[in-house]
T-cell receptor, first 115, second 116 residues
Framework: AQTVTQSQPEMSVQEAETVTLSCTYD???????LFWYKQPPSRQMILVIR??????QNATENRFSVNFQKAAKSFSLKISDSQLGDAAMYFC????????????FGQGTILTVHP | DAGVIQSPRHEVTEMGQEVTLRCKPI?????LFWYRQTMMRGLELLIY????????DSGMPEDRFSAKMPNASFSTLKIQPSEPRDSAVYFC??????????????FGPGTRLLVL
């Protein structure tokens, strides 16, 4: 079974600075997808960024980018120019590329942004 | 697009009562998922549907839980009888088929359930 580990329960960053959230996963599959979701206090799960394992190029969405290291099974999220609105719980998630079905989530990292 | 709609947003009930959570997926999406979020277990998939048919219900904790999808625009998750350990946030998510196996799941706002 696949597992996703987020080793940082909490992180903090100053507004306008950069922060990196870590995620590692364990799988025997070669075809899969990885996601970062943001959960603000409203509890809504919002997709931040998505990465296909077969793509070597790291995904980027505006201020959000990932560092995908397939051999190391690592998928970190970098937030540049942090804003107060980035404060939330961030979840890393894994999706098999061979079948439809569930997302396997990590435990989450609480990000605090200081003004 | 209105996004995934869930109701109610909050539910407080007493142990032993029946609870019904409702979900309207994004129009045109072929897959619907029910997740539960607790402090102890994090986010876990309960069941998912493809074209209104339940595909995998292995995450449903026990027979007290049941889910239906009578049509493409509506699904329910029912707990009968409810117990305090069912207290959690329940999310519904939907996803289209067009993007293939890696298609993004779009989540609703969740229902916070408290069983006293």
């Amino acid at each position: 079974a696949q597992t996703v580990t987020q080793s940082q329960p909490e992180m903090s960053v100053q507004e306008a600075e950069t922060v990196t959230l870590s995620c590692t996963y364990d799988t025997s599959e070669s075809d899969y997808y990885l996601f970062w979701y943001k959960q603000p206090p409203s509890r809504q799960m919002i997709l931040v960024i998505r990465q296909e394992a077969y793509k070597q190029q790291n995904a980027t969405e505006n201020r959000f980018s990932v560092n995908f290291q397939k051999a190391a099974k690592s998928f970190s999220l970098k937030i540049s120019d942090s804003q107060l609105g980035d404060a939330a719980m961030y979840f890393c998630a894994y999706k098999s590329g061979t079948s439809y079905g569930k997302l396997t989530f990590g435990q989450g990292t609480i990000l605090t942004v200081h003004p | 697009d209105a996004g995934v709609i869930q109701s109610p947003r909050h539910e407080v009930t007493e142990m032993g009562q029946e609870v019904t959570l409702r979900c309207k997926p994004i129009s045109g999406h072929d897959y619907l998922f029910w997740y539960r979020q607790t402090m102890m277990r994090g986010l876990e998939l309960l069941i998912y549907f493809n074209n209104n048919v339940p595909i995998d219900d292995s995450g449903m904790p026990e027979d007290r839980f049941s889910a239906k999808m009578p049509n493409a625009s509506f699904s329910t998750l029912k707990i009968q009888p409810s117990e305090p350990r069912d207290s959690a946030v329940y999310f519904c998510a939907s996803s289209p088929l067009t993007g293939g196996l890696g298609e993004t799941q779009y989540f609703g706002p969740g229902t916070r359930l408290l069983v006293l």
